[in-house]
Nanobody, 122 residues
Framework: QVQLVESGGGLVQAGGSLRLSCAAS????????MTWYRQAPGKQRELVAA???????NYADSVKDRFTISRDNAKNTVYLQMSSLKPEDTAVYYC????????????????WGQGTQVTVSS
């Protein structure tokens, strides 16, 4: 059984910072890309940032130069450092991992965390 658990969300004033974490646990054989998504009320879920096993990153234009994604492969954990937060960053943030379990070591599937709320007040 594989689980992704996010943490670090909360309420912050505009211009502030937060650091989200997402730890994958369970019968993990290998993890490829790890990605952060977000979904604001009434809007579709959107990609925020992604990182490969080798550390290559990709960001949504709306968060470039403000957010930084990183990962610790030894801990199966991905982070999202968010700075200069804006009210429009308010959303539920979800972690996603493309991973294979020991039960099916060469079959990669996408797993989701439960989400963590980030609220930015103006």
């Amino acid at each position: 059984q594989v689980q992704l658990v996010e943490s670090g969300g909360g309420l912050v004033q505009a211009g502030g910072s937060l650091r989200l974490s997402c730890a994958a646990s369970g019968s993990i054989f290998s993890i490829n890309a790890m990605t952060w998504y977000r979904q604001a009320p009434g809007k579709q879920r959107e990609l925020v940032a992604a990182i490969t096993t080798g550390g290559s990153t990709n960001y949504a234009d709306s968060v470039k130069d403000r957010f930084t994604i990183s990962r610790d492969n030894a801990k199966n954990t991905v982070y999202l450092q968010m700075s200069s937060l804006k009210p429009e960053d308010t959303a539920v943030y979800y972690c996603n991992a493309d991973l294979a379990s020991y039960e099916r070591p060469y079959y990669f599937n996408r797993y989701w965390g439960q989400g963590t709320q980030v609220t930015v007040s103006s």
